[in-house]
């Protein structure tokens, strides 16, 4: 069994903590492209064509999206859960959360 440093230098090695690996300026269409065969939950995020950001994330073998909003309290998916800090904040709280509550789409079996 792995012991817990070593769990946690595996967690810190993740790609959710940089986020040159999820950040990127591409289309919607350049992302379902991107993502199309990955496995489910490969995601990225993007600027979106509402001035926002836009989740683009695998699930059951599709890309799937959802806005990402900005407001003065932070960033989130909707009021009143736009309470993070910054991008990195949200990615790394729904790496360890599900986004079913945000679109039902977002279901990981």
């Given at each position: 069994?792995?012991?817990?440093?070593?769990?946690?230098?595996?967690?810190?090695?993740?790609?959710?903590?940089?986020?040159?690996?999820?950040?990127?300026?591409?289309?919607?269409?350049?992302?379902?492209?991107?993502?199309?065969?990955?496995?489910?939950?490969?995601?990225?995020?993007?600027?979106?064509?509402?001035?926002?950001?836009?989740?683009?994330?695998?699930?059951?073998?599709?890309?799937?999206?959802?806005?990402?909003?900005?407001?003065?309290?932070?960033?989130?998916?909707?009021?009143?859960?736009?309470?993070?800090?910054?991008?990195?904040?949200?990615?790394?709280?729904?790496?360890?959360?599900?986004?079913?509550?945000?679109?039902?789409?977002?279901?990981f079996l």
């Amino acid at each position: 069994m792995p012991s817990l440093s070593a769990l946690n230098r595996t967690e810190r090695d993740l790609p959710h903590h940089d986020e040159k690996t999820w950040l990127v300026r591409m289309s919607r269409a350049q992302a379902e492209a991107l993502l199309s065969g990955r496995p489910d939950g490969t995601f990225l995020i993007r600027p979106s064509t509402t001035g926002q950001y836009a989740l683009s994330i695998v699930c059951s073998g599709a890309p799937k999206h959802c806005l990402v909003y900005e407001t003065e309290r932070g960033f989130g998916f909707a009021e009143p859960f736009n309470i993070y800090p910054s991008l990195g904040a949200l990615v790394l709280h729904y790496a360890a959360n599900s986004l079913e509550e945000h679109n039902d789409d977002l279901i990981f079996l």
